[in-house]
């Protein structure tokens, strides 16, 4: 089979950018993405294509079939929208300690990555000539769509490097359920003038207080409440792997498979060799269809194979 042309951004990470196929900021709403769509529609379909030869339309119509249809339908529905933007979030989220490294093909995404104000404007404004009239060239398609998702991976990339606060989490703004809890002191007399000298107490990283609280959560069943205390140990190391291999876990007993297979993967890619990294492996293998278990570019061949011309002969 033809492999799916487009390996930059998003999609070398063995996922589907359907915003950058539809030619979507991350951040558009429903009726943006309608809109959005229809405009593409009018260039594609049949009835309203204008191309002139019977090779560009019958390109046009299987453009629009298999690239442009399934995208819409996951960014119409909200929820399938929330589940596709949360996953290449937390893609782009284990890249960014070493967004540096990654190769680009474009000039705009190093534009991008010296954004260090304004990051949102400065995504949009380098957006709109790549997305506007997308597929009026359709020799030229996939390449804008290669650019298009290597600006969403950046942007979300340096979003997560983006601390919800001015500092990063610390101990005392953990809630006060998850502090140590202090016993009565007892007071003893000392002589005058000399005073107890003080132990300190060790201080335990906020991410190990976040980890415990989920280890807690997780063997309590509520993997919801687990879910978000891990994600609280994420923002602060993206890269911890026991954190990444939890929350797998724990999207695995909720029974949402995809988000599962990104957190485990990401936990091998970080240490492979952890026991535990490859248990939580085996029990993802469990539940994927067996169409997921393939290598990345075995299904992403899989899924656009009928679109590149399938086996050769």
């Given amino acids: 089979m033809v492999e799916f042309p487009i390996q930059q951004g998003l999609f ?3 996922v589907m950018d359907y915003h950058a196929i539809l030619g979507t900021p991350l951040d558009m709403g429903a009726p943006e993405i309608r809109q ?3 405009k593409i529609a009018y260039f594609l ?9 019977t090779a560009d ?17 996951i960014l119409s529905r909200e929820s399938s ?29 190093q534009k991008l990555l010296r954004a260090t104000n304004n990051l949102d404007l400065v995504y949009r404004q380098l957006l709109h000539p790549l997305i506007t009239d997308l597929y009026k060239d359709l020799d030229n398609i996939f390449q804008r769509v290669a650019y298009i998702s290597e600006l969403n991976l950046i942007y979300l990339m340096m979003k997560s490097e983006q601390p919800i606060s001015s500092k990063p989490s610390s101990p005392t703004m953990v809630s006060a359920s998850l502090r140590p809890r202090v016993d009565a002191t007892i007071v003893t007399e000392t002589s005058p003038g ?8 060790p201080k335990i990283p906020p991410q190990e207080i976040y980890y415990r609280r989920a280890k807690e959560k997780y063997d309590q069943n509520s993997y919801s409440e687990a879910i978000a205390e891990l994600r609280e140990v994420l923002k602060i190391d993206p890269r911890d792997s026991k954190s990444h291999c939890l929350l797998g876990l724990c999207y695995l007993k909720s029974k949402m498979a995809t988000m599962a297979k990104v957190h485990i993967t990401m936990a091998l890619e970080i240490n492979p060799s952890d026991p535990l990294n490859i248990l939580a492996k085996k029990e993802l293998d469990k539940v994927l269809p067996p169409d997921d278990k393939k290598d990345s570019k075995s299904t992403k061949s899989g899924f656009f194979g009928g679109f590149f011309g399938g086996k050769k002969k």
Avoid: M
């Fill in 194 to 201: 000399k005073e107890e000298p003080k132990k300190e107490t």
């Fill in 45 to 53: 379909h049949p009835d309203t294509c204008k191309l002139e030869s």
């Fill in 57 to 73: 339309k019958k390109r046009a119509i299987k453009l629009f079939s298999k690239l442009v249809n399934p995208a819409y339908e």
């Fill in 81 to 109: 929208r929330t589940e596709q933007v949360l996953i290449i979030s937390e893609i782009a989220r284990g890249l960014a300690p070493e967004k540096d490294k990654i190769t680009l093909a474009h000039e705009d995404g």
């Fill in 12 to 14: 070398k990470y063995n």
């Fill in 36 to 38: 959005r769509y229809l």
